[in-house]
């Protein structure tokens, strides 16, 4: 019973953290038509900037703040000046339909070299604001802190936040009119362009958020984030990569998935189940369990 | 296929195969290693190149289908005790098989998904490798063919065996793939590349035609893979690290990832970045951060530089000035 709860509840605090980094996956998606490889990066380094904000100032919340405002700008940064320029320039060839995931791939290596180049290949950690001890449950200690939870009710508002954005909100209405459609969301007066440098902003302040939740759990290291950037492709494809809510939907699939391997079976399943589930999704249905749009076509 | 073309083809081939032999024996130890490497670094871009530049689909997972490759060959020379030539032929024809089957899940998507889930692979491939006990673990296992044969005589180093067999094997693998590129299934490849619709309405079976370009791209890259192993003598998850899946990408998008004839140069500028990377932190220094970092940061930088400047590769670029 005790390791059932513990599973359950771990489940749930791991599930969130790929739901961010799904979410800033699919948002990217949605307006560029791309799967940013590069917010593994991106994240690593806002994460960093917030480790130096918490070192600097002593407080995780105001390091949490400041790497999710970065994170926003990094991103609006990255689709601004380099993203745009490159489908401007690239139009011809085999390569078009390579080119801007290759783009992202480069952009990866040469985030995690510059911040080999500042911040050295060292581990380093971010003391957690809350206890990261497991509460007692029925006597016995489980694998579920204080820390745990404030992750779970972090990432509760920030998707009660994206929701209130997307859909009361005129941005958010425009958001999802240029992922729709862009060209008839540029007829009706929507500057597109721009609507996607934004998209591509809260897609980065949701990397920097999930890199200063996974971290204290965790290590900062240039390649920290690799594989929470692949657990959340897996969580976007599970979802359908179009929708928010299957993204989220998603991330809690893989996160209980491997959860429940890793704590029944063997931890060293871990990458077994992640990838077996994204082949048997993509066997059996590879619209994603939750897509609402029809068929997939590029 | 043109039967003229397939005999100028070969004719170039061996060619090469003679002026690399004549250099091989004037050159000394380090530069017949470093040839071997650039042999194998050709023979893997060739692998991308026929899957990516001439089948249209792009795989981030290569280093994880070498590594296939690397474990089976491995493993056969050590417990079967085969002859190293057999190993290699089964390491390619094994990670072909593993190609074949990974293709029917994954090679019928496109863009995205193919390339999302090669790269899972790439990640999580040495992860589960580490799982096996037969496999070695972290530690791995150590792949040793033995001296060159004694008929070769006395001052054959084992440097020079090495570059021989790299060299062959990139030499008819590639003579190969170049004769299937210009036959019926290369020009099945490129009408799916260039219009998929289009394709199918002509009657190619697309889902099949992807299916088999990615299990002869991951032959090859079987192939690569045993020699790679080979010359660093053991083979361990961590010699498959996903820096290698990306260095191959960028040695293909640089030398034109729709180009056959330009992997030599990106198996050469694969071997160089490194030397490159160690000369400029000798003359200048820095940190130990900066020296770890700069060959990932060079091999970045001119994967964004290529794709930027050159996208359809140099020779391209060429073709388009004397217009």
């Given amino acids: 019973m005790n390791q059932f709860i513990t599973a359950v509840l771990t489940s749930l605090s791991s599930g969130a953290i790929y739901a961010l980094m799904s979410i800033s996956l699919v948002l990217v998606w949605r307006s560029t038509r791309v799967v940013n490889f590069a917010q593994a990066g991106q994240a690593v380094f806002t994460t960093f900037i917030g480790y130096e904000v918490t070192i600097r100032t002593g407080s995780y919340?105001?390091?949490?703040?400041?790497?999710?405002?970065?994170?926003?700008?990094?991103?609006?940064?990255?689709?601004?000046?380099?993203m745009r320029p490159i489908f401007k320039r690239v139009k011809s060839g085999p390569i078009v339909m390579i080119a801007p995931v290759v783009a992202t791939l480069g952009l990866l290596g040469l985030i995690q070299s510059v911040i080999g180049f500042i911040w050295g290949f060292n581990y380093v950690s971010i003391e957690a604001p809350v206890s990261t001890q497991g509460y007692k449950l029925f006597g016995t200690v489980v694998a579920f802190s204080p820390f745990n939870l404030m992750v779970l009710i972090v990432v509760t508002i920030a998707m009660l936040l994206l929701t209130l954005l997307f859909q009361k909100t005129n941005i958010g209405l425009a958001l999802r009119a240029s992922a729709f459609s862009p060209e008839i969301a540029r007829l009706s007066g929507i500057k597109v362009d721009a609507v996607r440098t934004l998209g591509w902003a809260i897609a980065g302040a949701a990397g920097g958020l999930a890199g200063m939740l996974y971290v204290p759990g965790s290590y900062l290291h240039p390649n920290a984030m690799d594989v929470l950037l692949i657990f959340g492709f897996i969580a976007a494809v599970i979802g359908g990569l179009d929708s928010l809510f299957g993204a989220v939907a998603g991330a809690m699939v893989l996160g209980f998935a491997i959860n429940f391997a890793a704590s029944y079976v063997s931890y060293k399943l871990v990458f077994t189940t992640a990838f077996a589930l994204l082949i048997i999704v993509l066997l059996v249905k590879p619209n994603g369990l939750f897509s609402s749009s029809k068929g997939r076509k590029d | 296929m043109n039967n003229t073309s397939v005999k100028k083809r070969s004719f170039i081939f061996l060619a090469i195969g003679w002026v690399l032999l004549l250099i091989g024996d004037r050159v000394d130890e380090l530069v017949l290693s470093q040839g071997a490497l650039v042999a194998t670094y050709a023979l893997a871009i060739a692998s991308i190149i026929l899957l990516t530049g001439y089948s249209g689909q792009l795989s981030l997972g290569h280093g994880a289908l070498m590594a296939v490759g690397a474990y089976v060959a491995a493993?056969?020379?050590?417990?079967?005790?085969?002859?190293?030539?057999?190993a290699l032929v089964l390491a390619t024809f094994t990670a072909g098989i593993f190609g074949l089957v990974l293709g029917f899940s994954v090679a019928r998507l496109s863009g995205p998904y193919l390339a999302g889930t090669t790269l899972a692979l790439a990640v999580s491939l040495p992860t589960i490798a580490n799982q096996f006990e037969i496999l070695g673990g972290e530690q791995g296992v150590a792949f040793d063919i033995g001296l060159p044969p004694a008929r070769f005589g006395e001052d054959f180093s084992l440097y020079k065996w090495f570059f021989w067999i790299c060299a062959l094997a990139a030499l008819i693998m590639i003579w190969f793939i170049s004769n299937i590129l210009a036959s019926r299934y290369g020009r099945t490849f490129r009408a799916l590349r260039d219009n998929p619709v289009a394709a199918s309405l002509a009657g190619i079976n697309t889902g099949r035609v992807k299916v088999l370009a990615f299990a002869l791209s991951s032959g090859v890259a079987g192939l690569?893979?045993?020699?790679?192993?080979?010359?660093?003598?053991?083979?361990?998850p961590s010699a498959f690290p996903l820096s290698l899946s990306f260095l191959l990408l960028t040695g293909a998008v640089v030398t034109g990832v729709y180009n056959l004839k330009g992997v030599m140069l990106g198996g050469l500028i694969l071997v160089a970045i490194p030397e490159i990377a160690e000369s400029v932190v000798s003359r200048i220094g820095g940190s130990e951060g900066f020296t770890v970092a700069l060959p990932g940061f060079l091999v970045s930088a001119l994967l964004i530089l290529a794709v930027v400047f050159t996208p359809n590769g140099p020779g391209h670029l060429l073709h388009k000035r004397k217009h």
């Fill in chain 1, 61 to 82: 919340w105001v390091g949490l703040f400041v790497a999710v405002i970065c994170g926003g700008l990094v991103g609006a940064i990255i689709d601004r000046f380099f």
């Fill in chain 2, 75 to 86: 493993l056969t020379t050590n417990n079967l005790g085969l002859p190293p030539v057999i």
């Fill in chain 2, 224 to 236: 690569a893979g045993g020699l790679l192993v080979m010359l660093i003598s053991g083979v361990s």
